[in-house]
């Protein structure tokens, strides 16, 4: 966050946690006003710690307003695919790259969900980011879902170091995929179109690389590791599920 940035925020939280005395400022004189000031202000300068908790708190409500403005794009969009339960009453979403060495690091992860976790439903967002070869192997890996073959594919393009189109097809080959079908289905525009709306949507949350994580309200980038995750489905599965998705 830029200082400029910065400061108008700050000057938010103060104008919030001054909310209640702005709206009766009527009844106090200037001087007491300015005495009301003063003590805001020491207490502020005394526990800092009220700004970061404001802070945090704004943050939470912004990531929420933005996860329930583009929640039709994440949880209804035509062309994802969901493994797990697709049935499942929690929902995680995730942005991945098959170039994206943290996306492989979180992959065991993501498999003992799916193994522990009977009512979760997780949605798979195809964002390329890296390059023509994770282009391309989007694109085939969603084409792969008209064969029925979407997850051993995932799997398989996910084990390996780095893909780029000789490595697609060369796995999709071995995984006994029709090849000119394929190709075909790559350049459908329902394939097309799901990788243009999970770009818009990233962009949308202010999503800046993958893995990214998404579960109920709350947005987690990175290879945050098993404990979190289950912890952020803990958390919804105690409030009663996702109000959003």
Known sequence: ?????????????????????AASAGEFSARQRDEIGSIVRDYLIANPDVLREAFEALDRLQKASGLASAADDLYRAKGDLVVGNPDGSIVMVEFFDYNCGYCKR????VLQLIDASKDVKIIMKEWPILGAGSLYAARAALASHQQGKY??????????????????LEVAERLGLDMKKLKAD???AEVINTIKINSATADKLGIQGTPAFIIGEQLFPGAVGYAKLTEAIDKVRKDGGCKIC
């Open 106 to 109: 979180a992959l065991p992860d």
């Open 151 to 168: 997850w051993e594919f995932h799997l398989a393009l996910m084990s390996e170091r780095r893909v780029d189109e000789a490595k697609v």
């Open 186 to 188: 790559m350049n459908s």
């Open 1 to 21: 966050m830029t200082g400029l940035r910065r400061a108008f925020t700050a000057a938010a939280v103060i104008a919030a946690l001054l909310a209640p005395v």
